[in-house]
């Protein structure tokens, strides 16, 4: 069955490096865009970064922009993301998607892995 697990998250002081890892099984993870994106409590989820299927051209918010990188590894069926200089406003549940957008467009999400920023 389709699974994405996500882990790598914790505490870490503010200006610390987490790298997060979404491990992809049952489907074709190469032919799937992958992003993460991150919940915190009282809030509405965010996207935080997109690295597509194809060229793996890369996408970012503004509130990540040149702090976090997504990366994928299609022959490990692993999808990353090196978040660096984390600040106190970057603590949520960071969750992993792949998307394919071929009809009919499927959707797929992990669990998702906590990150606390925290002195």
């Known amino acids: 069955q389709v699974q994405l697990v996500e882990s790598g998250g914790g505490l870490v002081q503010p200006g610390g490096s987490l790298r997060l890892f979404c491990a992809a099984s049952?489907?074709?993870?190469?032919?799937?865009?992958m992003s993460w994106y991150r919940q915190a409590p009282g809030k509405e989820r965010e996207l935080v970064a997109t690295?597509?299927?194809?060229?793996?051209?890369?996408n970012y918010a503004d509130s990540v922009e040149g702090r976090f990188t997504i990366s994928r590894d299609n022959a490990k069926n692993t999808a990353y993301l090196q978040m660096n200089s984390l600040k106190p406003e970057d603590p949520a549940v960071y969750l992993c998607?792949?998307?394919?957008?071929?009809?009919?467009?499927?959707?797929?999400w992990g669990q998702g892995t906590q990150v606390t920023v925290s002195s």
């Open positions: 998607n792949a998307l394919y957008l071929q009809p009919p467009t499927r959707s797929y």
């Open positions: 049952g489907f074709t993870f190469s032919r799937y865009g």
């Open positions: 690295i597509t299927s194809s060229t793996g051209s890369t």
